[in-house]
């Protein structure tokens, strides 16, 4: 073993540094893993802004922000874990204009919130269109600050499970080789989402889904693996993102015939509609002939090259090089990308796992924040607001727990396993495995789902697993082999997508991101306003049900 | 379907090379399509950084053609046709394999800045041309890109000396904050070697977010440490009011 920690948390994006940085306040020894060095993490990536209501914009209170979460959930979402977040959520920000982020003022000062997709009152804060890399930097610079150690460049791959706890990860390292066992009294994991899985998304390589994949071999139940959302408005076929802030700053979406098509389908909140709403819609337009090469067009003319140059120039810039549109004279061509899991790890309002010892927080956990859809400036709140809530946990059991063993047993199969995988020189490559996932996933289990193409969905995958098992790692050597992660990756990826599916075909019912036009068209409350729960057993994925947990809010039709 | 031939270099700290691939091309294409083609098909072994191909994470940093560029920014129709693609990884720092350098000296001297401090008592209030001034030495990525191509740097060796401009952004954004209460002064002048900057302005010739790096950090940083250690009129200035 390597050495051993009170806290390590898995991933060095916002969740797991906000993490980190709580457990070692409560005084825990922490330690981070990362596969990148952590300000290179996908959290850096997030640019439109950070949800609480702080008031500064017009009259706001948290439950307005709950009810918000609750309704753009489509009644999925656990409301006591709503209300705690949107109740601490200020605090949380204010915190982080402490610890010196940047946010964008008002007129007298203090912190901007702008109007965001299916929010009542404008309370996203904001730096300018970087929100997500400002704060990254800001929690990297406070973890630098107390000087935590990050594992940098160590690919977690296994979770260590003895005496029924969580005792560790062991991680290929991937600057100079080796497996290497790192004892720890809780683990948490903050490895982001597993967008990789589809072809067309907004996601880094890197998210690919690891720390979900870790748990489900662990025996912890995956929560609404069903959910996905689909950003409407991202490049082909990059997947690069454009930010709903320019839906926020009064960016239209037209059709091949210079229509504003959301009329007919969100006619209030229009563009501001949620992410689903308007990814669906803008499906129907592409599936009945009214796109342009598949896309629909993100118009900013309007705003004039004052505005588009002050708040969306790194917009704009995206828009230049990855799509060779300037946006000032013509429509940026977008189309739905998958982007946002609202599922993940199963945890309780703490982070914490039904794996003592264990404990998720950011986008690989499921509270459930977020049910069955998530608000534009809700995920960059929950990394904030539940990372601290898991460091606080972790470290609370850490310091009242005897120390760890990481079982000699553990490393050994692990050795044994990585020689299997790495001895194999006939074989299929990864590349092609990960790209037929990719496409299929986007095909039968994208926007628009139905009966047929999940069944054929889950038999490609069960077709893919098989194919993996004699996966060619040509590298062979110590130094730099990301052909040996990003092969642990795509089984990972795998994996989670059966579980996915799985959970798909199960819920037969339209919820959220969960569209079925076809078959299942209206929500159905009476069986289906439950969590799906999925786990890994050797006869493949076994689905149950948790109830959904109501404190306020009855289920009413969610229109914008 | 038309094919480019690149040279992408492989190798460790030891020994290496140029080594030509072909590669089929297509429009749109920038440079990290072409290495992860190359990964995928002809060099499963080749050591490359990245993540994001948005142009946000700074992960894929290499000299393309001779110019320090993001590859995944980098297109391939913005490159000279009928001429070889040139990948060699980042000259300024110590090569780990292939296309990965060992960037960490910078992560030591970040250890070095003192973090964002408030002054005490201070009410959270400021102003929106503040945050602008700010924002834009917030949008760094860390790529590097800077500092492999400073000469100071990269020519001169002189990384025990100066921290390079990626640095003097790095503590503008913090001594530029006004509601920080911490001077960097005195860091800036020593340890960080802000005088070994000639002013040649390539670091911001070269930076992906196109901050001014030199104009609006560089300059207005030597002004003040000019103002506290060079310049007799302040310092007298300061003598007098003090003496007082």
């Not at chain 2, 400073?150 to 401009?165: A, E, I, M, T, W």
């Amino acid at each position: 073993m390597e050495r051993q920690h009170d806290v390590l948390v898995i991933g060095a994006g916002m969740a797991g540094m906000r993490a980190a940085i709580e457990a070692h306040e409560l005084g825990a020894d922490v330690a981070l893993v990362s596969k990148l060095h952590p300000t290179r993490s996908h959290s850096g990536a997030a640019e439109g802004g950070i949800n609480a209501a702080l008031g500064n914009a017009s009259e706001d209170s948290p439950e307005s922000h709950a009810f918000d979460t609750v309704k753009g959930s489509d009644y999925l979402g656990d409301q006591d874990a709503i209300e705690i977040l949107c109740t601490e959520a200020p605090a949380d920000v204010y915190q982080l204009e402490r610890w010196g982020a940047v946010f964008s003022r008002t007129e007298d000062g203090r912190i901007a919130q702008r109007p965001f997709g299916a929010a009542g009152a404008p309370r996203t804060a904001y730096a300018a269109d970087i929100t997500g890399h400002v704060l990254i930097q800001v929690l990297y610079e406070q973890v630098c600050r107390r000087d935590l150690l990050v594992y940098e460049e160590y690919f977690a791959w296994q979770l260590v499970e003895h005496d029924g706890r969580c005792q560790g990860v062991i991680c290929w390292d991937l600057l100079n080789g080796g497996l290497k066992a790192i004892g720890a009294k809780t683990v948490i994991l903050a490895t982001g989402g597993p967008g990789r899985i589809y072809l067309g998304t907004t996601n880094a390589y890197a998210c690919s889904g690891d720390g979900i994949a870790m748990a489900l071999h662990a025996g912890v139940a995956l929560e609404d693996m069903e959910m996905q959302q689909f950003h409407p408005t991202t490049l082909s076929p990059t997947g690069v993102l454009i930010t709903e802030g320019c839906r926020g700053e009064g960016a239209y979406l037209l059709n091949k015939d210079g229509e504003r098509f959301l009329e007919r389908y969100a006619p209030h909140a229009m563009e501001l509609a949620s992410r689903d709403v308007i990814s669906r819609a803008e499906q129907s337009e592409i599936d009945e002939g009214r796109a342009i090469d598949g896309n629909v067009l993100l118009d900013l003319r309007h705003l004039g090259a004052e505005r588009i140059l002050e708040r969306l120039h790194g917009t704009r810039e995206l828009s230049l090089v990855f799509a060779g549109v300037d946006p000032i004279y013509e429509p940026i061509p977008v189309r739905p990308g998958a982007h946002y899991h609202m599922g993940g790890i199963d945890t309780d309002v703490w982070g914490a796992t039904s794996l003592p010892g264990l404990y998720a927080a950011g986008e690989c956990a499921c509270v459930s924040v977020h049910g069955a859809n998530r608000l534009g400036g809700n995920a960059l709140m929950e990394t904030v607001t539940y990372g601290r809530r898991a460091g606080a946990a972790a470290a609370e059991f850490a310091l009242s727990h005897p120390t760890v063993e990481v079982p000699e047993a553990a490393e050994r199969d692990a050795e044994r396993e990585l020689k299997t995988l790495l001895d194999r020189t006939s074989g299929e490559r990864p590349w092609k495995i990960r790209d037929e996932l990719g496409a299929s996933m986007l095909e039968n289990f994208g926007v628009f789902r139905r009966e047929d193409a999940m069944e054929k969905q889950v038999e490609i995958i069960e077709g893919l697993r098989e194919r993996y098992r004699s996966v060619v790692v040509e590298d062979k050597g110590d130094v730099f082999n990301s052909d040996l992660t990003q092969a642990i990756e795509l089984g990972n990826m795998l994996d989670i997508a059966a579980c996915m599916v799985t959970a798909g075909i199960w819920r037969k019912e339209s919820r959220g991101a969960h569209a079925r036009p076809y078959d299942y068209p209206e929500r159905d409350d009476e069986n289906f306003l439950v969590h799906s729960l999925a786990r890994w057993t050797d006869g493949g994925v076994a689905l149950d049900t948790t109830p959904v947990r109501f404190t306020k809010w009855e289920p009413t039709e969610r229109t914008y | 379907m038309s094919t480019r031939l690149f040279q992408v270099w492989r190798g460790d700290a030891e020994q290496g090379g140029l080594v030509d691939y072909e590669v089929e091309v297509q429009e749109g294409m920038v440079v990290l399509d072409a290495v992860h083609e190359i990964q995928r098909t002809q060099a499963g072994d080749l050591a490359v950084r990245w993540n994001c191909k948005a142009a946000k994470c700074g992960s894929c940093s290499a000299e393309v053609n001779g110019k320090p560029r993001l590859m995944c920014k980098t297109r391939l129709d913005e490159l000279p046709e009928g001429q070889p693609v040139r990948v060699e990884p980042l000259r300024a720092f110590p090569l780990i394999r292939d296309l990965v350098t060992d960037v960490s000296w910078n992560y030591e001297v970040n250890k070095l800045i003192p973090p964002f401090t408030p002054r005490p008592g201070v009410e959270w209030r400021m102003g929106q041309a503040d945050v602008d001034r700010i924002t834009e030495f917030r949008k760094c990525i860390e790529c590097f890109l800077c500092q492999d191509v400073c000469h100071v740097l990269r020519d001169h060796d002189l990384k025990s000396r100066y921290f390079g401009p990626r640095f003097m952004v790095r503590i503008a954004a913090l001594e530029m904050h006004p509601l920080d209460g911490l001077d960097r002064t005195e860091l800036l002048a020593h340890a960080g070697g802000i005088g070994l900057c000639n002013i040649t302005k390539c670091c911001g010739d070269v930076c992906p977010e196109h901050i001014k790096i030199t104009d609006n950090a560089i300059i207005p940083l030597k002004e003040r440490v000019v103002d506290r250690f060079y310049d007799p009129l302040p310092i007298f200035g300061r003598r007098l009011r003090s003496a007082r």
